[in-house]
């Protein structure tokens, strides 16, 4: 919804207002963003500038009068009087830096307005736009300020589109797709950082004077740092306090800032990131920034994450593959990496359609002469020594099984060991009379080039027209250097018309294939984003399966993203990166708290593993609507070795504790859920998952009526049958006790053992599900 008893404009979503106003001098006066107000006079929320202090600068118009450094706005300039870090920096047509926006008119529209270029969020429910046009009078220029409100969601999205009607051409050197100023500095700023294996870890920052910068230079989102970007009170936590959430539907280079006055006032931007940006527009041309995504809360952090939650899977999901159920996957890559062939293939896809898996995913190495990643990316030719009867054959025989197929293809990408780049060396990104670095062994195709995007169309077209395809993991493996394009008119526009072109072969691939979903990845959570989130509906987390570090990632990435885009699998242990040991039940209580897959070689797993894994694999789907569309919830840390996730939907609760480290002779523990109807019964259990005889080592000697070597053959033998059963945790309690925390029975603690003792340990973990009484058995 949106009102406009002008001057003022209010934007209402369910629960939020945000509110600004026209200045008499034209400018737009940021007024107010939160919970829904019940005032109607709008004047208590002006900025009241009494006397302006020595060193300010007075800007006029009209007879008019206003001290723009003083003033929260909507949108800024340069060289008027507003000293604060700015959302743009345009070399205007009359060749200065200096700016000035102010209103003309506005128009409301039901919708959301389309961009030409960028993806946006779509309506599916009733939302409203509105469109401020201001203009630099002196130097004809437009500037849209678009706004749209997401009722349901609490999401309001901004963004800017600038139309240059000068017979002179401009420059934009930066241009942030929105700015909010807040009146108070007192918020802390949360980011999501990392690298490869350990993306999206949460990081608090404080914050003072100057400016903190958040952003990539890698030329994709990156998994140095999110996009997405929280600022919150100092006393927030996961279930009380203010928050306000911004993200960008974006996948290239970004920018998030956010600037402290000396008057005390916080702006925030984002937008694309103006590292090497430069972009010319000639008369009658037109530049669109990518969409902003704001919402706010007093609720804590967990209802800033369901507004986010509902937003993505509301608006920005493929609208084919809204709150549609993902399925079970089986991925090859952990499994046999580039070492197999078709038999191995179809061995591994039998033992997955036996354990429960529904769609099983050939990911790298099936095409050219691909044994490793030195060679043949960009000829998708199929590899007839590891396939001696073609993709299709094989798709057809695992599609025969009763498994969907997915394929793994790295359409940006080129090997200077390639048939592509003998005959076309042209179509690799790189600086004439200047060598390439590699990454990976590889270089980047130069998607700048239209000849290279209709290159890249037939390719994925000539491969999914012929084999059925469900499912495709778009993979994309390396960071982007040596930026220079030859169709380009400046070098700036590198970046930013790689994403726009990408983005174009994805809006093509996903017209032709509606029914094919796509996972994007890039090496793991590289491009995890709103953006590739339009055209993929879900995304390869992170090369990092240990459920331990992906407690991190996960968590991490829950603030702003929901658990439907959160592609999570079981793989072996010893894990391949951090070589820890962790339990099958863990890997499995961490990986269903999103797209659930396996990515392993079920020949070294025993047969009670794979008993295990059958269980896990029908529990998962038992309860998949919980565990993709569920409302998750952090719940608050004690300490950095206890860390609880619940998720529920309609009346179901699937609650998992996780310990990461072991107290000797730890303290009773409870079990609390939130979100309950306190006056309703309950019944709780936990998730029936088995201890291996090896987790006891040399312990269960003492179990045992004979004496055996618990190293030896013969209980090698038994371990690879033989499990343990864990305590049963079977009660009925009220609502209000689950709240308060329902007791659980004591862990191991070192003296004593019996069959009611919960045996947790390092790395360990349970899941309980929660369910009304009249809701029937659970397990
Ligand atoms: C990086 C991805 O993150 C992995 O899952 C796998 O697909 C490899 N690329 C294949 O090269």
Redesign the pocket.
Known sequence: MIYDPYPYFKLETKDLHYIFRVLPTGQLEHLYFGKKLIDQNFEVLHQKITAGAGSQIEYERNGHKTLLDLTPLEYSGIGKGDFRLSPIEIKMPDGTYVSDFIYHHHEIQQGVIESKSLPVAKPHEDVTSLIITMIDEICHVEMDLIYTSFVDSNTITRRVVLRNIDTRPLIIKKMMSMMLDLDSKDYDLYTFDGGWIKEAHKHKRSLSYGTYIIESTTGASSNRHNPGIILAKHDTKEDQGVCIGINLVYSGNHYEAVHISNHDMLRVMNGINPHCFEWELKENEVFETPEAVLSYTDQGFNQLSKHFHDFVNQHITPRQFSHVARPVVLNS?EAFYFNFNQSKLIKLAKQAIELGVELFVL??GWFGHRDD?TSSLGDYTINKRKLPFGLSHLSKRIHNMGLKFGL?F?PEMINPKSELYKNHPEYAVSIPGRTPSLGRNQLVLDLCQSDVVSYIKKQLKSIIDTVEIDYI?W?M?RHITDMYSRSLRHQGMFFHQYILNLYDILLDIQRSYPHVLIET?S??GNRFDLGMLSFGAQV?TS?DTDPIERLKIQEGLSYLYPLSTISAHVSLAPHAQTLRDTPLSTRFNVASFGVLGYELNFDYLSPAEKGEIKKQIAFYKAHRDVFQYGQFKRHEKEDDHHITWQVKHDQTCIVAQYQTLANASPAFEKLEVKDIDMDQLYRVENVNQRLPLKRFGHLISHALPIKLNTNGFIMRQIGKYKMLDNAKIDEVASGRILHQGLKLKQQFMGTYYNDQTRIIGDFGSMMYVIKPVSGGDVS
């Open positions: 890559w990911d790298d990643d793994w790295e993991k993979d493996n990845c090496s793991g390869w090369d």
